[in-house]
């Protein structure tokens, strides 16, 4: 539904105008063990939960942490026997 405001030059829209998207994920999720880096502090973490956008890691000095995909850098995948792949 469109509507227009008192001068009329502009058209004001809501959410329920815009048609319905699916979201497409842009990337597989980590692999819970695999090693990233942050790109803000070049700071190495090991990956506990891919959450989509919200990856929760494992940091060796202050324990587990919530951080934005977009801060991380997938390094490495390591499987169950610690082997590392990549």
Do not use: P
């Not at 502009?10 to 692999?31: H, M």
């Not at 942050?38 to 494992?58: L, P, Q, S």
């Amino acid at each position: 539904m469109k509507l227009k405001n008192n001068t009329g030059e502009y058209t004001q829209l809501t959410l329920f105008d815009y048609e319905n998207s699916t979201v497409e994920y842009s990337q597989e999720k980590w692999v819970d063990g695999s090693i990233v880096k942050n790109i803000c502090n070049n700071k190495e973490y090991t990956v506990k939960n891919d959450n989509g956008n919200i990856i929760e890691v494992f940091d060796k000095d202050r324990g587990y942490l919530i951080m934005a995909r977009s801060d991380l850098e997938y390094l490495e995948e390591k499987n169950n026997t610690g082997v590392i792949f990549g």
